[in-house]
């Protein structure tokens, strides 16, 4: 059973030529941006850049459908809920309120909900083909690395790099296991009561916890026989070397990082207020 | 074996790598419509309590991030607070001497309690702090999910948690007691 | 010559144990040799590799007394770092150690922690996956690669460092036949090339003598009780008494009163030299023994039709296999890794439901039975007794599969006795589980199987892993279940095993069924050996050297003749 991951696509383009730590900056400098501001012209300029990078990279929408789909599903039922505890949270946001018709009860819908919902929404959307940018183009194998570009200690990048080349493993002792249990009569369904269900279930993370506990023994030895931990540095087979190309978009994402939270932070909170004169 | 920094650093990894797992591909139905119950809290406490809070803390964030990312987006402000949560669990363990084999009264009681300090800390605090901050959400509504999402973990890391580490101690050989047969 | 490794009065005890597990060693190994360390289980053989590489004391914790030094340098006062430098070990465990995500990031991972410089590392890298023939695999991840590349990456991994010490810990563990005799063959490879000091721990003995070894070191209980040529040790018999096999062809030569004494290259059966003498005695001895005749039970309990399987979106795994497995027979499932044996046993217990054809249980269709329905059919154990150990007690992880069937708390302790007596374990059943010995566990978990009542029991590599007493132990038991009327099928790669304990094997490769037949006449097959990567019995080339017409009878005659000697002993 070949199990992957993460689900990196391997293709000839601008942004896949991009160094594993360019993509990481500017991943995070356009997510924490994206976190960081509630300014719509803003957000509209990242989504405009995220889908940009997005066309660059090649990658065709068939290729992350499964990921598309969650997330439409995600902002829907996400919206549903904002509207249904509290349709009054934009007008009080903004300060203002347009009616624009009246639903049921204490429903009203307002054009500031609206507003306001269409930029939640958004930070979602733009969130999206940033990180589906990072981990279609970027080669596992660069993500230690990176990290430990960007001034990441190496352990814990590499604890990252063992994260990513354990997973599977230990998603085939979690079948085999639960097999193995489900044999003896250990069901997890809902043809059984919660506590027996959760009794249950410690009945399968056992013997899988214990299973992962003794691999740290083995790896951490094999590990140090091979001198992991020696120097205060370690250099990474699969670093590519950084271009021009490199530090000219590395230059480019703190240009709109910090322009970015400039015009967010103008009228003294990160809201942008169309309402309000 | 000797607790040594390298073991650490595996221990970090393997920790995220089953977060992983139990997040992304292990859900049981709770019998709640739409929720699910789901392990990887217990998985992160067992690791936090036998490894200390440094691996606690980010075997957790790694692993939160990871399973974000594989879904196509990260919630920062809820991987910080799972980053909180081991590191809090971490830190109470520090009472509890996994290692010797012992897990009982009152390792178990600090170990409820660690849990409830760190859900509080994760999921009704830091959590929906983030979100009213960030994302400008309803504070009713991020209490709320904080509140049902604190109360679900601190649940399923008490019961299925502590009856992991019970059955881990009992997997110890206590020291100086192995003998040839 | 100074000796590169030198123990000296050197005693080591772990600080869990009351005893020590290393007894004032004696030993000096020399620069270009090739040593040979077995010894029983729990005879000390991986400790004294762990200390040869800096594991002990610098990763277990314990107390050392007497000197060691390793090329030079006093171990205790040296670090895990040097050592590695000069000791390159290649783990018992393949996974374990197969830490990068790619082929060349795992044999690129002692260069990264040393700083060496990009350019200089990818030329390193390829030249030693090159000494190694994985070259043109330098991007595949772990999963896709079989457990005898996995080696040779560790191989190369530890290669990138000219060491100047090749250690291997029980490299044979984890392979099939065949790609043990090529890992062997690798070995003296490297050596060849190289110059290193190669120092193999290994208690398959007639493998690891496929190619030339030096010295034989025979540890027991902590201390070394033989440090000879191979030559030597193997006309006396002491790994009989310290619980090693011994080879096939030699035990066969001293069962036909051949004096080993006069007989050249036995150290190997591709240098053993007979004289016409000598193949009269084993002819002679052949001409001697009588044949048990088998009965026969014709009828069928388990019938699988026509099944293919595969996993979504990958390759086929298994082709149209049919075959028919009779009421008590002991059978073996035989082929290389990834042959679909394992699979075949998923899908007969259900663990995998997406498949084509139908699994027949006692003239009953099973096909759309769940897990749980079959498995009071047909029980499957698993390779690794701790993935199916939940309980901490004895008693309440062989009842756990009896909970929720409806039973009484009255009539679940009796049937637990029952299988606990069976199984030798009543006397240790409110003994908590962590105290018992891998063979101990590997009890526990066959009699959790057991206690539902199974006719069919599946055994995933019963043997993996252990030493001959404990190889001998579980067979047995699991012979007199089948005499008791289960029916027992085992996947393995153990040829031994196949030969002395099962009526029938099932071969595999590449996912088909190429042969159904007894162990001894698919070991005397030489195109089946070749095509399923097993390994063919040194008792062939006996027969064959002696111009015995039926090898396959012979090899019959043999283990017939072995099984009785072992009841006289015991």
Known sequence: MKVRVLNYIPKESFIHSLSGTTKLIIFLSFSFLCGLSFDTRVLLFLLFLSVLGFSLSRIKLSEIRIMSTFLVVFIVMNAILLFIFNPEYGPKLYGSRTLLFHIAGKYDMTLEQLFYQFNVSLKYVIGFPIAILFISTTNPSEFASSLSAIGVPYRVSYSVSLALRYIPDIQRDFSEISQSQEARGIALGKDVGFFERLKNSAKILLPLVLTSLSRIDEISNSMQLRSFGKKKNRTWYMKKKMTVNDYLVIAFCIVVFVVGLIITNQGGNNLYNPFVG | ?181 | MEPIISFRNFSFQYNAQKNPTLKDINLDIYPGEKVLICGASGSGKSTLGNCINGLIPFSFDGKISGKLTVDGIETKNSSIFELSTRVGTVLQDPDGQFVGLTVAEDIAFALENDCVENETMKRQTLLSASKVNIENRMNNAPQDLSGGQKQRVSMAGVLVDDVKILLFDEPLANLDPATGKSAIELIEKIKNETGTTVIIIEHRIEDVLWERVDRIILMDDGRIVSDSSPEKLLRSSLLKEYGIREPLYITQLKYAGVDLNNVEGIDSIRTIRLSEADKEKVRNWYARQDREDKTNVNDYLLEVENVDFKYDESEQILFDINTKIKKGEMLAIVGKNGAGKSTLCKVICGFERNYNGKIIFDHEDVTDKSIRARARNIGYVMQNPNQMISQSMIFDEVALGLKNTGLSEEEIRERVYDVLKICGLYSFRNWPISALSFGQKKRVTIASILVMGPQIIILDEPTAGQDFRHYTDIMDFLDELNREGKTIIMVTHDMHLMLEYTDRSLVFADGKLEADKSGSAVLCDPELVDLADLKETSLFNIANMTGIDDPVDFVDCFIAYEKKERSHES
């Open chain 2, 1 to 181: 074996m000797k607790n040594n920094s390298v073991q650490k650093v595996v221990a970090t990894g393997i920790g995220a790598a089953l977060f992983f797992v139990l997040a992304r591909f292990v859900a049981v139905p709770s019998g709640i419509p739409n929720t699910n119950i789901t392990f990887q809290y217990a998985a992160q406490a067992v690791f936090a309590v036998i490894y200390g809070p440094v691996v606690g803390c980010l075997s957790g964030f790694i692993g939160h991030v990871l399973t974000d990312m594989s879904w196509g987006g990260v919630w920062w402000t809820w991987a910080f607070a799972t980053a909180v949560y081991g590191l809090i669990v971490g830190l109470f363990a520090k009472k509890i001497n996994i290692r010797d084999g012992n897990f009982s009264k009152n390792e178990i009681i600090t170990y409820v309690l660690a849990n409830l300090v760190a859900n509080v800390v994760a999921w009704g605090i830091i959590a929906p702090v983030g979100d009213i901050v960030i994302y400008k959400e309803d504070a009713n509504l991020v209490f709320t999910q904080g509140l049902i999402a604190g109360a679900g973990d601190f649940l399923f890391a008490v019961v299925i948690g502590g009856l992991l580490l019970y059955g881990y101690s009992k997997t110890i050989a206590k020291s100086g007691s192995l003998d040839k047969e």
